[in-house]
Each structure stands twice: as C-alpha cells, then as structure tokens.
C-alpha cells in the first residue's frame, strides 16, 4: 500500500468551475450524469514549468461502471483515456476550457461502506468526506478544487418524496411513470467533498431563524416518520449555534436554507455538507425521556460543531487532507468554547481534558500516534483521530491562552478575510495569529513581554508527535520565602520521530499558601506590583500566572512568599494550559491541600485525580494505602458537605479517572499495568469510599432527589452526583440503593435509568438482570436506545463474557452494518477489562476475528476498532504475546487499505507504545 506524502503536493492542472449533475435513483441502482468544466490552471504549469497545457487529467473513480464518457459533446476513443480501478486518466486533454461528461451506473442498496451514495432504512444518503464522491461520480475529487455545484435529482415520488441537495432548491416537477425532480442549486463553490444528496420519505420540523443582519433562514430538520416529536432538542440547539457565532464571532450563516437529515447508518458522528449536514441518528433524536443530560449536551455541541464548520471548513476549506486540523482542530475549540459559554467553562474544561487524557495521550503514546499535521498517511479515513481533533483544538487553546481574547479574534478575523472562499492550510492560520499578535506586540510595547513566543517554534505542535512531559524539581528555600523551580521539558519518541525539539508551553500556575489563601507569583527581580498584571479569564484559578516555557531547560525564582517551614502548594497547569504531562514528586499532604483549597477548578480536580490514581494503583498491586484512602475519604467527605460547590462539581471531582489513564498512571510509576486488576481495584475503592462515606452519601442523595424532575440543563448536576452515589453504595452492597437504581429504569428520566443500570453494572445480582430485561421490554422498538443496552451487556465484567457478546452479536435486533450496534457490541468487549484481556487470550482472538469479519462489510468502522490492539507492547509478557498473536492473525486475513494501515502500525518495529 503506497502512502500519500504532504511534500507531493502540487496544485491541479486543471481548474473545474462547475460540477453540474443529473442523479436518476432507481429500485435497485442509480445513474450519474456529470459535467464538468475544466480549463488549464495557471498556476499550476508555472509550479512545473511545464508548458500551457498537455498534462493528462486524473479522474478518481472506484466502485463506478462507466456507460459513457464525452469531452465537448465528442465521444472519447478509448485509446484516449486509461481506466483503472480507482479512476481513469485522460491522456492528453484539450489546451482551452472544456467540458467532461460522463455516465456511471452505481449500486447504492448494496454498499454496505456507508461512504458515496447508500440505502439506510430506505433512505438514499451520502458521505463524501474524506474521499467518498469518486464513489458517485469520476471527478478529481480533491479539497482545493472548489466547484459551483448544481444538481438535479430524479426517483418516484411513493418511495421518495423527498429529494435534498445543498443550496437551494430552484425547481421541482412531475415526471412520467410516478417519477419527480428537484434541482437544486449552490451558490458557494465548494470541495467534492462537502456536496449531499438525501431522498426519500421524511418529516420535517421546520422553523424561521432571523440573523444578525435581519436575514430570514429556513431552518428544516429531517427525520423518518414518527420521530418529529424527538427534535426540538436539536432545533433549538442549532439557534443557540447559530446566535453564538454571530454573538462571539461576528459570523452569520450565508445561505436561505439550512437542513439538517438524522440517519440510522452512518460512520461517524455527523457532517457538515454546505447546507446540507447529514447526522448519525443518536445525535439529533432527544429529549430526556429517552436520552441522557450527557448525550443532550453532546447532541447540543455536535450541532454547533457542524453548523460552525460552515466558516471553519466550509467558506474556508482545507487544501489537502494533511490540513484537516485546520478544520476540524479550530472547530472542535469553537464547539468547547460554545458549551462552555452554556453549560459553565470550568465543568466543560474538566470534562474536555479527561476525554483527552483517556483518548488523545493514549493515541500520542502507542503506535498510531501522529503529529497534528501529519506529512504522509496511507488511507485518509484513520486520520479522523483525536489527535487531529481534539489535540488540535489544545493548539489553538494555546494560542489563544498565549495571545489573548482580543489578539486571537483580531488574528480570526484576518484569516476569515484572508482566505474566505479558498483552500487553506495550517500555516496559513498560524500566519494570521502570528500578524494579529505582531501588531498587539507592537502596540502594547514593553509591558506584556513575558507571553512573547516564537510562532516559528509554536508550530512544532502542529509537526511533534508525542506528549510533551515537564519535569520540575523544586527547592525551598523557607529563611527567605524563595521557591525555586527547575524544569525541564522533554517530548517522548513516536513512530518515526525519534527526537523532539522543546515546544513553547504555556504554562499557567498559582500558589496557595497553607491557610488555602492564594498567594502572589512573582519572579526574581520584578516588582510586586507588576506581577500581577496579568489579564487573565475569570475562570481561572486566582492569582494565576501564565509563564511561557520555550527552552528545554529553566530555572525559575519565585519570591517574596511567606518564610516560613513549609512551602507554599504548587498549583500546576492550571486551566489544563497546555496539553502536557506533568512528572514531580508530589507529596500526599500537597496534594490533599490543593483538593482542598485550589481556587482553579481543573488543578483542584487534578489534584484529586492524582490521589484517586495512587490509591488504585496501590490496590491492584495488593497494597492498599489504608492512610491515603482515609485522607482521601475525609477529604471528599468536606467537599460532599461543602454548600458553596455544585452537585456537579462534586460529581466530578469525586469520580474515578477512566481504565486508559489508570494503564498510563502505571505505567508510569514504572510497571507493566495490569487492566483486569486495575479495573477490580477501581470498583473495590468504590466499594470502600461508599462505606466509609455512607451517612454523607446518603445526605447528599436525599438533597439531590428534590432536583431529579428538572429539565436539562437543570438538575443535571444533581442527577450526575446521585449515579456516582448510587455506584459507590451498591458497591458497598447498600439494599436499599440497589433497589432504587433497579427502579429508575422504570421511570421517566433516561438519566437516571442509565445511572440505575450503570451503578449495577459490576455484579450478577438479580436485580441488575430485573433491571436489563426491563430496559430492553422498554425500549426494544427504538435502536439507537437499544444501541445502549447492547454496549451495557457487552460490558457486564463477570459469566461468560464472550459467549454472552456471541448471543448479541446474533440478536435479532442487531444490526451488523449500523456502525453504532457494532461498536456498542464491540467497543462494549474491549472495554470489559476482565473479559478482552482475560489471560487465556480467547477476548483478543474472538475480537481480531470480529474486526476481520467487519472489513469485508465497513473498512472505516473496523479500522477504527483495530486500534483496540495498540498497545499490546504496553503489557506484561504473556498478555502481549497474545495481543501479538491476534493481531498477527488479523494481519494474514485479507484486508483493506484501512485496517492494513492499522494493523502494520501495530506490528512495526519502530513502534515504541
Ligand atoms: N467532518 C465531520 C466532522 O467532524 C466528521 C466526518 C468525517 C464525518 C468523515 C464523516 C466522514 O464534523
Ligand atoms: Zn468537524
């Protein structure tokens, strides 16, 4: 498999202005008329130095029969083009503008790829991102040609009634024999990539939203019949959406139709096709009788992130796929700051860097791993990762940490003027933050020295690989009140990089004097008074200090602290500043204080979260710390108690960090980790923290109770805390908690009866069989709820795990080509500690069997499972060398680009996960 390499590109030698198409859906296959108008690019022959024309033209194309094909209205000889398998080369195409038509027959109903043109419960749909519109048509299907599309759509009218395209519908009609169209027209050249096409029979929801400017838009959601009353959730997230960008951002939506169509088979979470978005059907259907407060708040941000890709993706695309952060990076950050907006930053903050810590530094430490832009891949679809999005959207956070609100939306709004209605790249917006922070630096002269960085430097975030790791030595120096700090910056090997150059961190960090008062930070050498200058959110911890850390090595001196014994608690990496690790000797008693006193709510959680991992840790190995785990019990029992903290941030603050960062906390204290006994050691403090905490427990779940009946967003945080309670009583083997999760599935809160069936997840108890059953008599018409209880009993540690996922894999409400069912199923396995990695090896081989099965049908879903094999090498001895041989069995099935991809990064040698 040949790899596709970020110094290859070169610009196209054809332009293409219009991509006009005539779609004809039938029964059992459609046809695909084409016309494409060319001309010779420019610029292109002036990059080779070539002449003004004769280069071949490259038209990619898989899975399409070719009926005909025609340039100028003349039939092509077939000596004047090649075809091949994945597209067809014209040889010598004409020196002036001209035209390609072309005829296609496809076969939606049975690609079962979910990418191009495909049958979903009836429904004609598309995907075209990243490569999926050679699947419909041949076309250089590339993101920097950007074409005006138009398209005209022909099926019956019986079957689909329906007929969407992007842009605006600009006629409609009868046909013969029941048949009707509607063309639909794009005012807004765009890449192949983002065009949709949807058919069939639908409901709408619709609605007027005004903009800014006193534009009307049609606003239309699509939904199948019977499901209109699930989507006023999802409308009125996408007014927030739309009212927040225009508030925050100054941009307003651009077109008189914004659709949005909920579809049952879908790969991923939703797209962001100009005015048309297309979205797997869990995140559009909701309200809270049959979705959680979580999944409506994930509903809420996903429906922001498509709708703010129309400026960050859409008006400016990507030049090629290595840009994809620039898209999706800058879109995740947009969608964050949205909930944060909403929903509190320090709770979204918390939330975030969990999801990153669990997925993201997992990914950056194994052999997948990837820097933001990457410069070579093989199959475009495995580099959807969260490192692309999520570490993408911690690089713009830096920025804008670095600059400032007013410098990164001065920066903003140059690259919105810059390259709006083109194909950019990463460098590019860098460039525009870089000129937005030139011009504040020239204006603020001296005075905001301290956070000046080198862009050039910066952007080895964009091109490293790796987590950063600082390490920081401290010396006190109480005679004088001087804390001194040594810290050293480090980025671990990846796969290709061996050696990495020092990043610019910006570090954000707080003192907390031993009262639990803040105290100020002030370095050797500058005046009290200006130490605190700094602007810094209101969100942050008080009297933080964002300090830049740019060399590989520092020496810091803190001064003017208290003399005193005992040095001041160092509260590190507030905000979460910057996507890093952080390696020092902690002591319990700091942090313990910091769990107490820390005015930032994220190095407060952290700080919690460090102990939590110590003392699992401590009990997989069979020595559980009986002192920690008091401090810790009396600690969470002050914060239980604590009237001036939400029930939410109680909720987080007391919960266990997830299996991923538990195998990394080990792995860092220096042993092989262990998941079976880290996960049993997780539920048994669970147990022992829901013992010792009972009255208090069950004090705050008797006030939480009051609030379970409020509508989302209210009551959340009441509903979160009271799952965590019920968990650690149930653990704890409380009678009454137990009967009152089993009842929750009964009742009329989606939250709660997951949080009920959640909390008796661990044990064979009947009652959490009482509890499943009824889930699933409740809920057995609705798939996407039952893609819940599938991923619960996929889940369930105890029986027989595999014979059990075997029955589910053979139910006959099992769907085996709806992505969701499928990792509910299997991405329920692999995250059943005791039961993937049981010792006899039988998880990984039933699993590598599974994925293989799945390649034939879904290439892009299965790869994304293989990388449950990652980090075999992590492991102890025996369990590698069965992780090792599963994969190598995997490896000799026959499979496609995508998982190929996957499973040789997992075998390679230069793999240092
Ligand atoms: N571009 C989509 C998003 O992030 C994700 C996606 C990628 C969907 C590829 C489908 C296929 O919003
Ligand atoms: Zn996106």
Redesign the pocket.
Known sequence: MSSVRLADYRPAPYLLSRTDLTVRLYGDHALVEAQLRFAPNPAANEADGAGASGEPLWLAGIALTLESLQIDGLTLASEAYALESEGLMIKAPPAAPFVLQSRVRIEPHSNTTLEGLYVSGGLFTT?C??E?FRRITFHPDRPDLLSRFRVRIEAEHSSCPVLLSNGNCIDSGPLDQGRHYAIWDDPFPKPSYLFALVAGVLEERRELFTTASGRSVQLRLHVEPGDLTYTEHAMASLRRAMRWDEQRYGLEYDLDEYNIVAVRH???????NKSLNIFNSKLVLADHEIATDEELERIES?IA??YF?NWT?NRITCRDWFQLSL??GL?VFRDQSFTSDLHGAAINRIENVSILRNTQFREDSGPTAHPVQPDAYQAI?NF?TTTI?EKGSEVIRMLHTLLGEETFMRGMTLYVSRHDGSAATCDDFVRAMEDAATLAWDEAQESSDSCRFDFAQFKRWYHQAGTPVLQIQRNWDGSCGELELHIRQHTPPTPGQPHKQAVVIPLVLGLVGQGGEPLPVQLEGEDPETAQEQDLPPSWGRRSRLLVIDQPEVQLRLCGLPKQHHPPALSLLRQFSAPIKLDLGRPVAELVHLLAHDSDPLARWDAGQLLLKRAVLARSQGQHDAQLEEELGDAFGRILNDPSLSQASKALLLSLPGQPELEDAAQQAGHKPDPPALFAAAQSLRQRLGQALATTLLQQLEACQTEWTQSWPHGQGDRRLSGLIWAWRSAAGDAAVIAQARAAVDGASMTLARYGLAALQHHDRPERQAASEAFYARWQHRPVILDSWFALEASAPFGDGLARVQRLLEHPRYDPNAPNSVRAVLGGLAGNAPVFHAADGNGYRFMARQIADLDGRNPITASRLAKVFSRWRSYGTERAAQMHSALSTLAQAELSANTGEVVQQCLAEDNHG
């Open positions: 995907q991102e990243a999926g879908f790969n991923m979470g939703a797209m962001e996903v992130h498509e890709h993706g898209k999706e879109t679809d959807y999005y």
